[in-house]
């Protein structure tokens, strides 16, 4: 019994430093998030306490044949509503357009 708690626990470890891991854009500038995504490309983020997503570059060949990056906004230190980009499905976006 004390084993499966030991390797439950570890699990747990495990999980929660790869969240701790992930870069939060409300611990970075806009300017560093935007950075970042050109650097790095398509990135997971932290957005808040129990959110993340993918984001590209907005120039981006990242995303699957069937999306394109669409514009979205995440809150960094210093702006509420900073610019960057996700991967969308194509029919979704032109369902606005009905």
Known sequence: MY????????CLLALS???EARPD????TCNQVQQ??????AT?????THTYD?????FSDQCPIYQQPQSTIVTTSD???CRVY???NIERLFESDR
């Open 25 to 28: 854009t409300r611990t970075m």
């Open 86 to 88: 996700r991967c969308e």
């Open 79 to 81: 702006k509420q509503s």
């Open 17 to 19: 430093a790869a969240a």
């Open 36 to 41: 970042l995504l050109q650097s790095q490309g």
């Open 54 to 58: 993918r984001y590209v570059p907005q």
């Open 3 to 10: 084993r499966h708690l030991s390797i439950a626990a570890a």
């Open 44 to 48: 997971v983020l932290t957005t808040g």
